[in-house]
């Protein structure tokens, strides 16, 4: 069983930067397709990118799309998600999440087995 952490959050101005890393241990990562979900206080979480066992294929919210970027580097079990152009109404706590049907890239909580404790991003105005 896989176990996911997060980390590379914080607080950051409006516009800023931010890359946050998934570090994956207890399995291999290329096993599993992956996922960046985000639930802001009081809202129910949200998909934010995804990503194939490969890193062939990608797929975003639009909310996002030409800002972030999702990879993956299987070598080093570790999935990244660079943000930038970062907006306010980017703020939430941000997870990973791993599927183990390794080519689907789906928006769906529900399809991900596995998820990690998440990471706290702001963005100040």
């Known amino acids: 069983q896989v176990q996911l952490v997060e980390s590379g959050g914080g607080l950051v101005q409006a516009g800023g930067s931010l890359r946050l890393s998934c570090a994956a241990s207890g399995g291999t990562l290329s096993s599993y397709a992956m996922a960046w979900f985000r639930q802001a206080p009081g809202k129910e979480r949200k998909f934010v990118a995804a990503?194939?066992?490969?890193?062939?294929?990608?797929y975003y919210a639009d909310s996002v799309k030409g800002r972030f970027i999702i990879s993956r580097d299987n070598a080093k079990n570790t999935v990244y998600l660079q943000m930038n152009s970062l907006k306010p109404e980017d703020t939430a706590v941000y997870y990973c999440?791993?599927?183990?049907?390794?080519?689907?890239?789906?928006?769906?909580?529900?399809?991900?087995?596995?998820w990690g404790q998440g990471t706290q991003v702001t963005v100040s105005s």
């Open positions: 990503i194939v066992w490969s890193g062939s294929s990608t």
């Open positions: 999440a791993a599927t183990t049907f390794s080519m689907l890239l789906t928006t769906s909580p529900t399809r991900y087995q596995y």
